[in-house]
């Protein structure tokens, strides 16, 4: 059975690293530059709701984007793709890294 997994980063000096580690694997997948939901509310053009206004005044923009890696990863391999995020991330610091997965219901790979 194959796994749904995302993967977002917050810290992207450590972005090569991670893509080495999840080189061994074979996995389908693909990265993509996102931002928080947080820096999205405070960064935006359009007049916030009132109760998001007061949240300008606490937080200071953030410019930094974050990577979101979305992989279909075979469940036997779950575990060491795991393992490859922590291996990078979990002496980095407070919430530089999030993952979770989800059995997927239907995958089909098109190719030529």
């Known amino acids: 059975m194959k796994m749904f997994m995302i993967i977002v980063t917050r810290n992207d000096d450590h972005l090569n690293k991670l893509l080495n ?3 061994d694997y074979e996995l389908k997948g693909t990265v993509i530059p996102t931002t928080s939901i947080r820096h999205a509310i405070l960064d935006n053009n359009i007049e916030p709701l009132p109760v998001f206004g007061g949240l ?3 937080y200071s923009k953030n ?3 974050n990577t979101t890696i979305m992989l279909a990863v075979e469940q036997e391999e779950l575990e060491n793709v795991k393992q490859a995020v ?4 979990q002496d980095v610091g407070q919430h530089k890294a999030l993952m ?3 059995p997927l ?3 089909e790979e098109l190719t030529d």
């Open 105 to 107: 219901s239907y995958f």
């Open 100 to 102: 979770l997965a989800t």
């Open 63 to 65: 410019t930094d984007l």
């Open 86 to 89: 922590r291996d990078v991330y």
């Open 56 to 58: 300008r005044q606490l």
């Open 21 to 23: 580690n999840l080189r």
